[in-house]
Structure formats: C-alpha cells, structure tokens
Nanobody
Framework: QVQLVESGGGLVQAGGSLRLSCAAS????????VGWFRQAPGKEREFVAA????????DYADSVKGRFTISRDNAKNTVYLQMNSLKPEDTAVYYC??????????????????WGQGTQVTVSS
C-alpha cells in the first residue's frame, strides 16, 4: 500500500498563497489517483480536489474552483495543491489520500482508503 506524507501547511494572511505537497513511498504514486481533503473544527471532512493517475483530469470543489490547482509530478512521486487567494474559511487540516485500488478515480471522501497524517493551514483575516 502507498504511504503518504503531507507538508507545506502554515499560517498565511488572507489573499496569500501556499503550496501543499503529498509525497509517497511504497508502490509508485503514478498508479493511483490522488485526492485532497480538508477538515475544519466541528465539521466533517470534505472534498477539495482530485487528480487521475495520468494527471489528465482534475476536479475541484466549488468553494475552491479558480483559486486552487492540483498537479502531480510522477517522477518525484509527489502531488501538489497550489492554493492562491486564500480565505479564512480555508482554515483546516488538509489531507491527501488514494483510493483502495490502482487506477480508480473518485471525488467522494468515502471512496478513499489510504490517508496521510494531514497538515494544518491557517488563514488569518
């Protein structure tokens, strides 16, 4: 199974930018779709963005569309989430994850099996 580690979170002012990274070990990440999810205090974990194993298709939650970009560098076994024009409501722990099987693709949190530990993103007003 793939092992995932998120990094790049931190404290940023509203309107600023951060780039999150999701690094993998074990089976090559190029065999898996990858999703980004976030969870704010008192709220359920929600879908943010996802990208296919090939990188040819990506999907975004309406709340981040036009501001966030998901990408992948399979040579580095890493997936990124570029976050621009950040808002206080983006504050959450951000997780990356993969579906249970290779080449599967989904945007729902319940379809993902393997998760990283998360990285905190805090946006101040």
């Amino acid at each position: 199974q793939v092992q995932l580690v998120e990094s790049g979170g931190g404290l940023v002012q509203a309107g600023g930018s951060l780039r999150l990274s999701c690094a993998a070990s074990g089976p090559t990440l190029s065999n898996y779709a990858v999703g980004w999810f976030r969870q704010a205090p008192g709220k359920e974990r929600e879908f943010v963005a996802a990208i296919t194993w090939s990188g040819l298709r990506a999907d975004y939650a309406d709340s981040v569309k036009g501001r966030f970009t998901i990408s992948r560098d399979n040579a580095k076994n890493t997936v990124y989430l570029q976050m621009n024009s950040l808002k206080p409501e983006d504050t959450a722990v951000y997780y990356c994850a993969t579906p249970a099987i290779t080449f599967a693709y989904a945007v729902s949190v319940d379809r993902y099996k393997y998760w990283g530990q998360g990285t905190q993103v805090t946006v101040s007003s």
